[in-house]
């Protein structure tokens, strides 16, 4: 199975601020990587598919870059409710599998 | 707009069976996989199954073959899961989702979930 490895595990920053989150697989899924929002006692939201796309209706402020084996998610300008948390998920090969997530609090 | 909404969770002792639905709406549901996510307390997203838009292809993970199975009634727009041989650790969350497109299982709607306790 493929392991999705995200860091930090735990992101603390100010509304404003720019976040930088990160997630690793251990082998390449060339752009078939996802990131998802969580907000607590809610269904995950999708934010990006293929790496790089936004879903409908996801703010510019959301960016994915990444391709092969490292991804990135970048979040420009924190909104209030931007804090949640994070996950990667692969389509590349079955079984699909997701990163552990990345929580992203208020500092 | 795509609406999915899960039913049939509850507590079940181990080794019990429990049937989850999800019913779908707001889009045309033959035309689309779907899959189940399901959530431990406390903890991340596992991917569970997968049920090709006509139900002719299934993939599952490894924890849940031979104990779990996905169905769909697309003249019905439902989907069905159905658990037998439940262990403590199958305890989660159980989401319905929406494959984003033909051959891209993103998951780009989901439902609210249902709660699956098994429990002695």
């Known amino acids: 199975d493929i392991v999705l490895t995200q860091s930090p595990a735990t992101l603390s920053l100010s509304p404003g601020e720019r976040a930088t989150l990160s997630c690793r697989a251990s082998q390449s899924v060339s752009n078939y990587l996802a990131w998802y929002q969580q907000q607590p006692g809610q269904a995950p939201r999708l934010l990006i598919y293929?790496?790089?796309n936004r879903a409908t209706g996801i703010p510019a402020r959301f960016t994915g870059s990444g391709s092969g084996a490292d991804f990135t998610l970048t979040i420009s300008g924190l909104e209030p409710e931007d804090f949640a948390i994070y996950y990667c998920?692969?389509?590349?090969?079955?079984?699909?599998?997701f990163g552990q997530g990345t929580r992203l609090e208020i500092k | 707009q795509v609406q999915l909404v899960e039913s049939g969770g509850g507590v079940v002792q181990p080794g019990g069976s429990l049937r989850v639905s999800c019913e779908a709406s707001g889009f045309s549901l033959s035309n689309y996989g779907m899959h189940w996510v399901r959530q431990a307390p406390g903890k991340g997203l596992e991917w569970v199954a997968f049920i090709y838009y006509d139900g002719s292809k299934k993939y599952y993970t490894d924890s849940v073959k031979g104990r779990f199975t996905f169905s769909r009634d697309n003249s019905k727009n439902t989907l069905s899961l159905q658990m037998n041989s439940l262990r403590v650790e199958d305890t989660a969350v159980y989401y319905c989702?929406?494959?984003?497109?033909?051959?891209?299982?993103?998951?780009?709607?989901w439902g609210q979930g249902t709660l699956v306790t098994v429990s002695s």
């Open positions: 998920q692969q389509r590349s090969i079955w079984p699909l599998t």
């Open positions: 989702a929406k494959q984003f497109a033909i051959g891209s299982n993103s998951f780009d709607s």
């Open positions: 293929d790496a790089s």
